[in-house]
């Protein structure tokens, strides 16, 4: 059984509409659990399949709308990082997705209820079952939000030039080996975590950088770093 106050948390940030508990259940429940529990007869497999592609396509429908100067490459290079396991298991995150999931109990001893992976299926599975509860206007009113409050570091992460890629450019034509990144620091709650990165260059501390992903406080490193450096102006 789903815990209660679990369960209540995950559905204050849910479509009114979506109150079908039969097909949220489903959504929640992972292989591991039906393994465990022969009178469960499916786990949310079958919706992760649906559900990927339906935010696939409304991902695809918001970033057309929303960037009209921006060509297909950026288009898709964007699509692909939010629709990605580690995008997808934020956004499960900031809903209180995995304290209501239905998992094994091998599975939840070894902290499945917040893996990456199982977070992100989850995800796809429950879009799907609002889409067949309540069809493609309430997922898109749902998926939407989420998606807007990440518009900025959007742009930030995934600018026409890649800033890491400028900055190693510069580093091999003075001679010096490609950047590393050091992750010094994380913190915040599971669901808001925020990580500290230093770009390093020829074993000097050059800028640091942060972000809700390791890939874009390395992001911010660079870009830090280009302007540290006065390599050009961002």
């Not at 679990?6 to 429940?29: G, Q, S, V, W, Y």
């Not at 100067?69 to 900031?94: I, Y």
């Not at 995995?98 to 599975?125: H, M, Q, T, W, Y």
Request: charged share 25%; net charge negative; with cysteine.
């Amino acid at each position: 059984m789903i815990e209660p106050g679990a369960l209540a948390n995950l559905r204050d940030h849910l479509p009114e509409k979506f109150d079908n508990i039969f097909m949220l259940t489903r959504a929640l429940t992972h292989r591991s659990y039906m393994n465990e529990n022969r009178e469960v007869l499916e786990d949310n497999e079958r919706l992760e399949f649906l559900g990927d592609s339906i935010l696939s396509f409304i991902v695809a429908e918001w970033l057309y709308n929303n960037f009209p100067e921006k060509d297909e490459g950026f288009l898709t290079k964007v699509r692909a990082a939010l629709v990605h396991t580690q995008q997808l298991s934020s956004f499960a995150r900031s809903i209180e997705l995995g304290p209501a999931l239905l998992v094994g109990k091998g599975e939840a001893n070894a902290g499945g209820r917040d893996r990456d992976a199982i977070l992100c299926d989850s995800f796809e599975a429950l879009i799907a079952a609002i889409y067949l509860d309540c069809g493609m206007q309430t997922v898109k009113e749902f998926i939407v939000p989420l998606l807007e409050a990440e518009s900025e570091e959007i742009l930030r992460s995934h600018s026409e030039e890649d800033v890491k890629s400028r900055l190693q450019e510069w580093a091999q034509a003075q001679g010096y080996p490609a950047p590393s990144y050091i992750l010094v620091d994380e913190y915040g709650p599971d669901h808001d975590k925020r990580f500290v990165v230093v770009a390093m260059i020829n074993n000097e501390k050059i800028a640091q950088g942060r972000g809700s992903s390791k890939q874009l406080a390395e992001k911010n490193a660079a870009q830090n770093s280009i302007k540290k450096l006065g390599i050009l102006s961002l």
